[in-house]
Structure formats: C-alpha cells, structure tokens
C-alpha cells in the first residue's frame, strides 16, 4: 500500500499548481483537481480558469483561488506567475484541443512543467515544434493518457514486457460510448459541442477523443510498434461533421496484427475501453469498466483472475496502489496516478536526484504518437481505406 | 415450451436419415446426431460413415446401423438406399470440407434432402453450380450455421427486424478459439490436420472454419447486406500454410459499418463467438458461450438482460426453447433447432403441406454467401488488403 | 469426448424403458425422456402417462408408444409388462411426490429398475420401507437428483475428495427462483398447483421442491455428513400454506458449518442453484445457470476458472461430457449424465460385469437422505427455529 | 455531477480536522485523509496519530503537520486544541475499537464534532453513555459505515422507500474475505493482530469487523428493523479466539426475514460485501466489489442494470457521484461521501442554516445498533444458536 506515499518527508513542500481552463461547466479540470488532491502532492494556486473572463473570476473564486492568482488569460499567468517567489511550478491544461499548442508553447517556454490534457495538439507540425521546445527547456511535460496509470494495466504491461505471453501475435483494442449516438451537440451541451466541432477539436472526432486513448493503450501495453493502419471513419450522428464511429486495422512492426474500434454511437456502452493481448504463449484482458482485475490466460491452463493488490499482483502494480484488493479503485485513482508519477519526477528535478526508473507517465512522445495516429486514420479514411504508414 | 414438440402426432414417422462422414475420431458428426435425436424427428438408419471402408464398417456397428445399410461409399449408398422402400429421406454430411460438393450433388441429384455442414463448397463456382442442381430437384437444402439455431439469437433478429433498434449502424463480431496457437496439426491430431490442409478445408483457414460462422450470424442477426470487405489474414503457427487470425472491415448497402475478427490463435478463448448490434436506437449484444442471454441496451434506459424462455422473450425464441429460464440450453440444443426446424419444413413436403414461414433455417443460398465471403476475405489479403466488392 | 460413448458395442440392445407420469401438461416427464434419448442408451416401449386415462391415452398417441402399451394404470402397467417377452427393463417416475411411493414400490416388487424424480418420496416411513424393498429386490434406484451430473459439479466433488481445498470448513449452497412471487397456483397453473398443495407435494413447499436439490448438491461436492440443522421456513405467497422461503444453518460432523437458503419468492432469480465451499487451502464456487464454468481459488493465488472440457479439468467431467470447452453444455445434458450413468449400471447388471467403480448417480440413500432433510427443516421451524438433529 | 461542489462558495473555510490514530502501519486512517481531502472540504491541521509518542510525532512529520499540533496524546490535543482560535471543529477516531470510546467521550465533552470508525464502541453500555453525551453537547457525530456511502446503495435505499419493490420479503446478505485463512496473526500483521485480539476488538471478531457493515447496509437499504436473530459463529483459524466465521439467521418486524454471512476464512474472496433485497414485486442485488453497478429486477420483466449516473440512476446517487457512468468510482469515492455529507451538515451548523434534510451519513444511532448485533449474535451463539431478541 502506498497509501499517502508520494507525499513523503516533504509534505510541507506541495508542488504548486496552476491550471488553464476547467472553469464551471467543464469537465475534465475538475478530474484533474481531484486527481492532483488525492496523494496530497500538490497545491492549486493558479488559475486562467476559462476563456471568458466574469466565468473565468467565478470559477477562480468557487475554487477558493487567491483572487490576484485568478487570471483572466493564460498569458498573463504566465507572465505574473514567472515574476512570484512562489510561483507555480507546473501547469494542468484542460482546455479544449485547439487551445493545447498555444498554452503549452507559453508555459514551456516559461520553464513550467505541463500536465496536458489529450490528444496533445491537433496536427503533427504543432507536435514537433512543442517537442522541440520542451527538449529546449528541458521541462518535464506529461500528456494524461490517463488509462495507463491504472494499476492492471501497468501490471498488463509488465507481463508482456517479460515474456509471459511470448512474442505478441494480435492486439484488439476498443473504447465505445453511447452519449453522441442523438444529435447531442444541436442541444447546446458543451461537451458535446466543441468535440464536434473541427475547428476545436482538429480533424478527428471520436478517433481523437477516445481513439487515441485506445491506441495509446494498445501501443502502452503490447510495446508493439505500429507501422502501418487502415481506417474505416463514420459521421452517423444526423448533420455531424466529425466522425463518431472508428475502425481500424493496424500492423505492427514484426508482424503482429490488431483492430481498433472507437464508437460514440454504440447504445449501452458508457465507457468500455477494452483492451485484448495474445501472444505466443499466452493472453491477457483488461476492461476499463472493471479496472482492477486482469485476465491473464496462459495457453493450456486455466483462466486467471488477477486483482489489483491481491495474489500475483506485481510490485509495478502495487507502487501505484492505495487500498487493499476487494476495494475498489476507480478512475479518479486512476488518473492521480499520473500525477503522483508526475510529481515524484518534479521532486527529483527539485533536488537534483537523478530520476527513479520506475516512474512512468505518458510523455510528449507519446502525445505526439497519439497526434499521427489521428492524422493517419484521417488520411486512410479520406483515401477510402487505403492503408496509410505510421 | 415446445418439449417433444417437433414429434407431433406423426411421430411413428420419423424422418429417415443417413449420413456421410462422421465415423469414429470424427467430431461433428457425432454433433449431428445427437441434434437428430434431440427432438425425436429423426431415425438415424444409414450412413457412409468414413472414407476408409474398414473404419466405416466398425463406426456403423458401433451406432447400431444395420449392417446391410452402413455403406463404404456414399455413391453406393445414394444408389441402394433410393431403391429401398424405407430408403432414406434426408442425408447429413459431416466430411471434411472438400467433399461436401461431390457428396451433396450426388444426393441432391437423388432428390435426397441434404442437411450440410458449414462451408458449402469450397469454390463460388461449385456453389453455383450446386444450388442450380437444388433448385432444379426442388428438394430442401439446410447447412448447418448452427449458432442461428440458438433461441437468443432468433430474439435478436426478431427484435432487429422490428426496429427495436432503428436503423443499424455498427456491426462488431468476432470469432476467438486458441485450440490451434501451438501446432497441433504436426502432432497428427486428426481435426486439425485436416481443417489446416487447403487441399481438405479450401483456401480458407480459420475464415472458413469460424469466420464463416461469425458472418453469418452476423447477417442473420442484422439484417444487413454486405457489400465490400477489406481483410487481412495471417498464419502465426509454425509452418502453418493456412490463415489462422483475420481481420476485415466490413461495409454494409444502407452505410452501416462492421468489424469481423476471427482466431484460432487467441489464447484463453475457447469458442467465443460474440455479436454485437447497434442501431439509431438501442443495441444488442449476445456472446455463444452464455447462449440464454441476450442483452438489450435501449439508448437512455437501463440496460435489460433478456432471457431464454424468461419474460421479454418472444415466441420466436420460444418455438425453439424446450426448457424454462434459468435451466440452461447450450450448443447441441441450438443445434437440434436446426434439425428440428428442417424436420418442419420436410414434413410439410410429405403431406404437400404449405411451408411453415416461421420455419427458418440456413438454406443453401447462406451457404453460398459464406463462400463468397471466404473468397472475398482470402482475394482480399492476398492484395494486401484492398477493399473487395462482395 | 464421450459422444455416443454411452451406447457402445450393444447399441442394437437399448434399455427398455416405462414411464410413469409426464403426460401432456406435464413438464419434468419431457425432460426425462430428452435425458434418455441424448446418449441413445434407451428406448420409451411403456407408459401410464397420466392418472387421467383419457389423457394417458392421447399422450401415449403423441410420443408414438405403442397403444397396447400405452397404460391408463401403473399398477396394470407393472403388471402386464413383466409378462412381456421384451417388457420393460426400467421405469422413469414422474408423477407429483405423492405418488412416488406407491409406484416405486409397486415396480421394485417386480424387478423393474427404477429412475425416480425427487423428492424421493414424502415420509422418512416411506422412505425406509421402500429402502428395504430396493435391498430386498436387488434392483438398481436413481433418484435424479439432476444437478449432480453436472461435469463440473463432478470436478469439484473430485477436487474436494483428493484434498485440493484442504479440511471444508464453510459451505455455502443456495438455490431461488421467483416463479411464486405472486400466487401462480391461484391461477390454476399445474405445476403451481401440485408443489403448492401438501396433498401432493408433502410437508415441504420449497423446502423439498428446490431446497432438497440444494442440500443434496451440498453433501454431494462437500461430502460432509451434516449433524443438525436450525430452519425459519415463510409462506410469503398470498394464501400459499406450504414454504416458498427457506432459511437453514447447517453444522457438519467435523465442526463445519454451512448456510441453506432456497426460495421461489425471490424475483429476478430464475433457476439460481449456486454452490460455494471453502476449507483450509481454497475454495470452489459453481453456479448451475453457468453450469460449465467452476472457480477454484486456492489461498494465495489468482482465482482459477475451471472449464468443462478445459485445461485443469478431470477425466471425472470428461466422462460425462460431449462436446469441446466453449460449446456450453446445459441441464438436459447434466440430467442426461444420469441416466447415462444408470444406464451404464443397468448394463453392468445385464452381463453380470462387475459394477464400474467410477459411475455415480444418486440412489436411494440420497433420496432418504434428502427426505430426512425436508422432514427436520419442517420440524425445526414449525419449534420457532430450534436446532433439531438429522 | 457534483465535482468539487461540496466545497461551494466557502472554499477558502475547510473545516479543520484533528484525527487519532492512524500513524505508521495503521490502515484505515489513511482511508478517511484521503475521504477528507477528496472533495476538498477538510483540512489536516492535529492529529494524536498514535499511542506510541515516537510515532506519533513521526507520524505527524510525514504527513506535514505542525509540530505543535501533532500531539503524544489524544486528551492533551483535546484540550489544546479547544483553547486554539483556530482549533479542531471535527475529530477523526481511526483507533482499534477499545479506545473508540474513551476518545470519543472526551471529543464530545470538548464540544468537536466525531468522525469514528466502526463498530462504535465495545458495549451497549458505552454506547448508551456516548449516544447520552452526544445528545447533550449537540455536536455532530458520525459512524464510518462508509459503504451506506456508494452511490448506488443509496438508489439502492431511494427504490426501496419509494415502494418499487413492493413490501420487502426477504433480505441476503454477506460479507467474505479471506485474508485470516491461515493465522496471520502469529506472524505479527498489525491489522491482524488487534483485529483478533478480544481486548483490542471486543466481544466480536468477523462480526465486529465486517458483520456489522453487512447488517448496518441490510437495514439501511431495506428500511427494516430487525426484531430477533439466531447466530452461530465460529472460530476456524489455528489457536484464534474470535470468531471468523459469522452465520446469522434475522427476523425483521413485519415478517421478513434475513440471512447474514460474515467470514474471513474464505479463500477467493477479497472484499466480497454483497445485499440482496426481495419484495412483493422485485428485486435489487449490489455487489461492493462492482459498486457502480446495481441490478434491479423487476417481477415479470427482464433484468435492468442501472448504473452510477448513467439511465435510470436517481438524483440521491447523483447528488454522491462524480465523474460519469463508466468512469467506476470506489471504495474512497464511497468513503469520501460520508465525509463529504458530514461536512455539509457542519457547514449548516457553523451558519445556523437548517439542515439538508437530503444530508446522509451513519449516526450515533447506527453505531449503537450495530453494536446492539455484535452483542446480540455473541450471545446468540454462546447459548448454542438460540434465537435472541434485539
């Protein structure tokens, strides 16, 4: 158990933390408060809480912000906060896609650590100029992937990466929803809205919604490498632009095969991100609605059930557990996962000490990854399911 | 309950069945036969048992055949069995895949109903040719997708064709077994030497042996018409020539969507075979190897578990149920419905009767259809995955 | 695979068999001819299908007996049959409990073997007097206590037996439907009827409908020898005189304890028969609507599921088993491994073999031993629930 | 969705909480930290962390406390505290169950308000004393029965009120662990250890530590008041004094009945807390390892999974909830609750506004009649499993 564990001998040394969007109304800020709160590793200090700014002051003061920490714009932040003996130290970025590149390029360059939300930016070229600026500053820069900090899964990986399924032959990995399968969007929900809407979102819909979390998924556990895909994309929502229905085959390097389906329109289905593994010797499952048990399937034995914290559970699991087995963790656990890992990377820059090897979180790299992903589903899609290079 | 149901008033005449294949080391024929007798419709009285005339001889005698009617041949057997008064009425064939033409067309030919198992033929062109004959003898033709024979498989069509869903957008099937991830076929095992042979299976691996299932049931259940498929194929056993895991994307007339997967190479998956529907409206979702259930997921409502026999089934279901809910049927009872449903359909050719139209079983013309499909996925992936026109 | 096993060499030799009860209206009759018909080791030459002759006739018609033997009377049909050159070998007793003893103990005095629906009969007295006639007649007597021919229940039996769970220490067994929450015999449905009416049924309602079956499967996988027992039985149904709630702890020889609950009151429960037993090492859990599927769960390991057909199951389940792991077998399957297993007795005694030591089917100390059971469960609660000795 | 709204307006006022117990090694303290920090209504600012002044004072360094408010002992942080301006408004008790009374009465009698573990107290007597002080001081006083906590135990109790099910029948309940299967006491386990140890735990062991939940959640979502019940504990782990094993057969006022099992000797079973609710015309099943799932069924219509937030979830489980359906909460989510309602009736208390009357959480009330069950199944069994009033 871990529990309280990343606070640590430095209690009295939270990481101080700032936030770009995730005003009233949104969704994910608040995920991602909760999840900073939950290891007590870090302290809200600072907001530009929403593009708007009455909305943006409100919010500040419903989150008991300092108010002269409340800023009406992200540059300022930047600018203002640079400028404080204590100010921030990282940064969570919550905003919808298209306001991702911008806010991070400012933050970077301002020497903050960024927490940033998914898919990282909208188009490739936006993805390597920000690589080129966190390598430049040398900041740490974390992309919620959020899926991956979940002990089952961190477990899944490890298994594959020591050899207890043999080489990987097939990944299937899908994530389906419901909640667009109406026109959602022409009712004014917000969520709803700007994931529909391209100039927002860039040009995936679903694909880079949720897609992306399925590949990154995929890629996080197999350790495969893609190399090359074939999409299927599909508007089914009456007047969507944007596709909400995503099917892929994709090819790894070395052989191995996978589909990936990706579905807002599929009725009964809330949040069911579910990834499969088989390889030569065995197979494992892991469904997001149940995270903290994992089928694990040698060939030729019996099916097993492994728990988050209880038998056959490994160490890589159980540093990013906080309750026994049978208590359930859920997302938010999940997803303060990422931070925790997050912070004990800012605590080793802090003093210098080189970085603990076992810390994992999903990078600018991989954020990247998840950008040509969506760009070579639209790319396929649009050339009628071509097969398109990674 | 329709218990003993098919047996009616005229069950001092049941069906007389021979049979081709299935001798000892078989296993579907065995299948084949406790379906027959399931529902107490049919006599086993003949067969040809096995090609090798010793084995055939000594498999007759172990089921009790007279051994005046347990044949060495099955030309031999259409021959003297439709000189004899009480010779057979309709004939099972349970052979390896490339017999099944040369065996149907004779019996065809010899206006003996023919209940085949599943691939058809092993070309488009015998299939062809095959269903001229059928249609030019006038005799019933059956093949045996049996999982369409399941209570809740029938729900789910019923429920598809009534627009409980709306209009179907999204198709997902899939096909998992893990029987061939080592190289069973080099020990000499007898079923899988045979299904990994394309001189005895066809072109197709896998896609034939389950693939075929998994399309089927998900045209049954859909309702839908396939129009071009984009498959990729592998073969991951050592040595192994035939495929063994596919992948296709699937496009359906109207602008529905599909997934199909098939493995033979999925450790942990025994004979999971899973459909799942999505309309405008609502899904389903029905998994072979929990076969009484049927889940129904009307979009914003809770979602229903429907049962066999159990409230919210229909009669559809109910005519091919036998026990109440909660007393589970499984495969060999899902397969018996097919028997007993073309039992129906040839005594109402006995009496001249009209057909039942709630009489539904796989004919000839599905048959077909799965050919094409294993074709078109096999055409496909030998052009390294282009969409194909079906 | 055992398919046809059952039958052999003596196939053209099928046990002739009577029944008595189970005509049109009925609903175990049908079952216990499908049970009968699955393995082809028996044949219906004989039947008092109904205490109603007009009826008993008209059913005889249905299934194609006969009509010369096609009894009104079970007592003639005794009669007449031991006549017979071919007269029947054993008899299927169906009828409602009351009728048990009388017809069991008319076809034991005439050398018939016996196949008897449970509960065996309604009175310990009766019990022991029939017990005494079996002893006396040498016959064989099966009571289809169904659920034990489960493969996996054989399995769990067998890994109990050989210790893989160490010294049993709790067990827990259930069994609740909820056919009774309203008042179905109100309506004048027959079977509500008939298991509502002590008449007929007994001093038992759910306690010897279902909660013997329970108690049975208990001691069957456990085999504990329970000691006494504490019972609150309820009459829930409007006007219902006999139990649909049973409530019973339980203590075993040897310092065990386990919990009985069974009820038909208890909606959403369809046939919910569920067993779990724990001891010093592990523990095993088997529900009966997912019969082909059996948990094992040693201490200190990841849970196991155990498959029928499956790696980690027993030759034990592979002796009554017909078809792969993943083609689910059901309750007629299970109800036929009885009759299977009968069958290979009754063969046994007709070549003067040796009796297998493997084959195991309830008898009639099962059958007293379940109406024991029923007897004390009643006469504890009738005392206010006091603990009363078995 | 409530994300952060219980820290409303009056952000920048968290109350502040003092905690005893719960230093190094302990586990549950960590539990309600995490509980108080989630929705950011709590802050940490004293806390007595353990009776050993080494490790409290540790204790309270790693957590970040002040050091001056980090006490050696619970009555001198009493006292200190109330002399503070800005002292402690409310007290975790996190101790083992001895010290539970002792520190609460001293916390009462200083006017704070007590957040305490479970089971209250270790006699009715100390718990009529406490529930006598708290009258008179009119703080605030909550019992962590933290799963009446999930969301869907409180829709679970909504439907129940509301009349969905009909009069209630029938009540199952249990709660399984498996963790003293062997004696891990004698190795020195902490948590084991006191958890077995009458002096530190009281009269009851599995009944104290787990019984208790099972029936506070069986009252507290049937609405019923039990009337008598009928025990039977046993004691199976090598040389253990407590009972480990907990059989409770419950009579409710009105006539329905119950069963309760409580173990921690069952091998496979984590956290296994599992309510099944039957009434005239449905039924509700909660599993609290799958605790955002609750099926309801019911009679006479298929099986309706309602889940957190998702269709057909009430606004008294949204009210509790966080992130959407398929985002699965937990085990701290639930805990979280308790602390969450407890905080928003001492906001009410600290403006004199009237009291939510939707504000839920366990009492005094509910600690008291959990502690009356402990006794009561104690001496229940003592007297050899006699029925024992309540």
Known sequence: MTIDGSKGADAQTRIRLGMVGGG????IGAVHRIAARMDDAYELVAGALSSDPDRAKAS?????????RSYADYAEMAKRERRLK????????????HMHFPVARTFVKAGVHVICDK???TTSREARELARLVEKAGTIFAVT???SGYPMVRQAREMVASGDLGAIRVVQVEYSQDWLTESLEATGQKQAAWR???AKSGAGGAVGDIGTHAYQLACFVSGLTPSELCADLSSFGAGRVLDDNVHVLLRFEGGARGMLWASQVAPGNENALKLRVYGERGGLEWCQEEPNRLWYTPFGEPKRLITRGGSGSAPVAARVTRVPPGHPEGYLEGFANIYSEVARAIRARRTGAAADPDVTFP????????????????TSSQRGGRWVGL
Do not use: K, W
């Open 119 to 121: 898919p990282l930016v």
């Open 363 to 378: 990078t600018i790299t991989d954020g990247a990854a998840g950008v040509a992903f969506i760009e070579a589903a639209v």
């Open 86 to 97: 204590d100010g921030i130290e990282a940064v969570s970025i919550v905003t919808p896609n």
């Open 196 to 198: 529909t809407d391209p």
């Open 24 to 27: 009233q109304g949104a969704f």
């Open 60 to 68: 500040g003061a419903q989150l008991g912000l300092d108010p002269r």
């Open 145 to 147: 992937y959020n899926y």
